[in-house]
């Protein structure tokens, strides 16, 4: 197995807190991550170039430092620099949230995260998002794991020394792997309802070079407004409200709520109401400006980790 490590620190020098990142969202428990038990460690199984994908495992290393180890046999040179380079981005390392910092320390409810919190896991691809987030709209979380599962595990490349079935060790499909598969696929195996005709038509519109849904990820505010970006995203099959403010936040773009069934009931029980309008929430963290949307998640999820355990990492 090969092992390197590498500084939790942001772009802008801000701590990077790694069990609070792993525990970002429910995400990280769709293939092709599967964390640790504990959730202090992540396995995920990732595209290195032209080669058969690698699981590689995230964990703590020393003082300071995550590392990355790939499973299995030694990888060359090139495709470890690969597969780091696909951790930071999954890590959003070079995301710098110090401004936000700033804000967070001013708020007794939210200075807590300071000390490295609100990083989001994000996909390798845009694309696995969307589809992700397409596949949780109108269900059961246990509804969304079995079509995500299916997909992976039929229509993802696995790695060297993945087991025979299941999706664990498999990469997740490609546009064109998923533009292949055929509606009885989506019916049948997947079971993704009305979703399947969401995601061929997704798929194949990517596979065929009408849409890139990559620039999402590396385009700046300035290249691309949020309202053009949210616009972008309610234009694509499946994707609502909900789903376009969870994408964008997987791309850092927080200025969105998310506004569900989970995040309304969640909130009004923690600040001792029965209900809360929509409108007062937004109020509530509107002065966190364009990160009024991480605000607002980690107001819900502080109780996600236990801070004893995430103090000792």
């Not at 709209?137 to 997909?151: G, H, I, K």
């Not at 039929?154 to 509606?183: K, N, S, V």
């Amino acid at each position: 197995m090969t092992a390197v490590e590498f500084p939790l620190v942001g772009a802008g020098g801000e701590p990077v807190d790694l069990v609070r990142t792993l525990n970002s969202h429910g995400f990280v428990d769709l293939p092709p991550m599967r964390p640790a038990a504990d959730y202090r460690s992540l396995e995920i199984t990732l595209r290195a170039g032209r080669g058969r994908p690698r699981t590689v495992r995230i964990h703590a290393g020393g003082d300071g430092l995550g590392a990355m180890t790939v499973l299995g046999a030694a990888a060359s040179d090139a495709a470890v620099e690969r597969l780091a380079a696909a951790v930071r981005h999954v890590l959003r390392l070079d995301a710098d949230l110090s401004p936000f910092y700033v804000m967070a320390a001013e708020d007794p409810d939210l200075s807590w995260a300071v000390t490295g919190s609100g990083r989001m896991v994000q996909s390798p691809t845009v694309f696995e998002d969307v589809v992700k987030t397409v596949c949780t709209t109108n269900c059961t979380w246990s509804a969304t794991r079995r079509m995500v599962d299916a997909l992976v595990e039929h229509l993802g490349e696995p790695a060297p020394g993945a087991p025979p079935e299941g999706p664990f060790g498999r990469a997740f499909p490609t546009p064109e792997r998923m533009a292949e598969a055929g509606e009885s696929f989506y019916r049948d195996v997947a079971r993704a309802g009305y979703r399947g005709a969401y995601l061929i038509a997704l798929a194949r519109s990517i596979a065929g070079g009408e849409l890139d849904l990559e620039r999402f990820s590396s385009a700046t505010t300035d290249e691309l407004p949020d309202e053009e970006m949210e616009s972008e995203l309610l234009a694509l099959p499946g994707v609502g409200p909900y789903a376009a403010a969870h994408i964008m936040m997987t791309v850092g773009r927080y200025h969105r709520l998310i506004l569900d069934s989970w995040t309304r009931p969640t909130y009004a029980r923690k600040i001792g109401r029965k209900s809360v309008k929509d409108g007062a929430i937004e109020r509530r963290f509107r002065g966190y400006g364009p990160y009024a949307g991480l605000a607002f998640w980690l107001f819900l999820t502080r109780d996600w980790v236990d801070e004893n355990v995430s103090e000792q990492t």
